[in-house]
């Protein structure tokens, strides 16, 4: 092996500048690393993209009094709603594969651009409060890097050898994950990621909202909900970011209950790092283990917050 690819395998011991893809964007590349010919991504003209497209019925959008503009948006929000729920089998597919790499001690990386990637970094970064899981298994990476989370980064969605960067930096390993997220299944930080992830042989699963999308087609399964146009053409923050965050939190729900991180519905995992989720473990505690809130404060105490150990006391000291 030489000592550039070792390079690439070396994971880096500073997680936390390591999670967020820090890379200046560069002049837009495609799939290959070549520049495109035109500002267009792919052969498809602007008005043949599945997300480009206009909704009939919000023409006039700008003359709608403010009920009829709420009850447009909400009347598309449930389509998307339909949408998901019409590839449930994707879904499930992809959290039995997430689950086996989890369970082989691979990582999950979440990689996208602009409400893509902040949806990704959403709910990365809810699964180790919520199940306990470490930091580092289930990471982000956005383009533009953490300022992109707050406001928009010009450019940082063309540069696909940026998304290639960051995951060689964290060292991709075949055993990891990448869930590469774009509403138009045309974005080249979104494609950089999967084709790193095909070169390392990593598993490769992507969001869209068009099936037959580049995107789509460089992963070994694509979810992709059709939500049709948005209320406000080409504002895939609207349907398609809904669309994409419902898929996220029913890929790592769905995964950190199969790993056991859950007991019944409820978090066994969970971290009381505040005042509502030590209540919260209190309560679980007490449910579980079938005692009184003084008991179960005793039992976390015991069992220096961990909620699980602590209900497992609990039960043990029950069963005497």
């Known amino acids: 092996m ?79 709603v339909d949408a998901v729920g019409a590839v449930l089998p994707e879904v499930a597919r992809a959290v039995a594969a997430l689950s086996l790499v989890l369970q082989g001690g691979g990582r999950w990386f979440n990689v996208g651009a602009g409400t893509s990637g902040r949806m990704g970094a959403i709910d990365a970064a809810e699964i180790p409060p919520t199940f306990g899981y470490p930091l580092d298994r289930v990471q982000a990476v956005v383009a533009g890097g953490p300022q992109a989370l707050v406001r928009s980064v010009e450019g940082a969605e063309d540069d696909a050898l940026a998304a290639r960067r960051a995951l060689r930096e964290r060292g991709l390993l075949p055993g990891d994950a990448v869930v590469a997220i774009s509403a138009s299944g045309r974005t080249p930080f979104a494609l950089g990621a999967l084709e790193e992830a095909r070169e390392e042989g990593a598993r490769r699963i ?10 789509a087609k460089a992963a070994e399964i694509a979810i992709a909900p059709l939500v049709g146009p948005e209320v406000i053409a080409g504002s ?66 015991a069992s220096r917050g961990r909620v699980y150990e602590a209900v497992a006391l609990g039960r043990r000291r029950r069963r005497r």
């Open 206 to 215: 992507a969001i869209t909202c068009d099936p037959h999308s580049p995107l």
């Open 236 to 301: 895939t923050r609207m349907k398609g970011g809904l669309a994409q965050k419902m898929v996220l939190h029913l890929l790592s729900t769905a995964v950190m209950v199969r790993l056991g991180r859950v007991e019944g519905n409820l978090m066994t995992n969970l971290r009381p790092a505040s005042s509502k989720l030590a209540r919260r473990a209190l309560r679980i505690v007490m449910s579980l283990a079938g005692v009184s809130e003084e008991e179960a404060e005793q039992l976390l105490a």
């Open 2 to 80: 030489s000592s550039g690819h070792s390079r690439r395998r070396r994971i880096l011991s500073d997680t936390r500048n390591a999670m967020w893809g820090l890379y200046p964007a560069s002049p837009p590349f495609s799939l290959t690393g070549d520049r495109p010919k035109s500002g267009r991504m792919g052969k498809k003209r602007d008005d043949e993209i599945l997300t480009e497209s206009v909704l009939e019925s919000t023409r006039n959008l700008d003359r709608f009094s403010v009920d009829e503009i709420l009850a447009a948006i909400h009347r598309e929000d449930c389509r998307a």
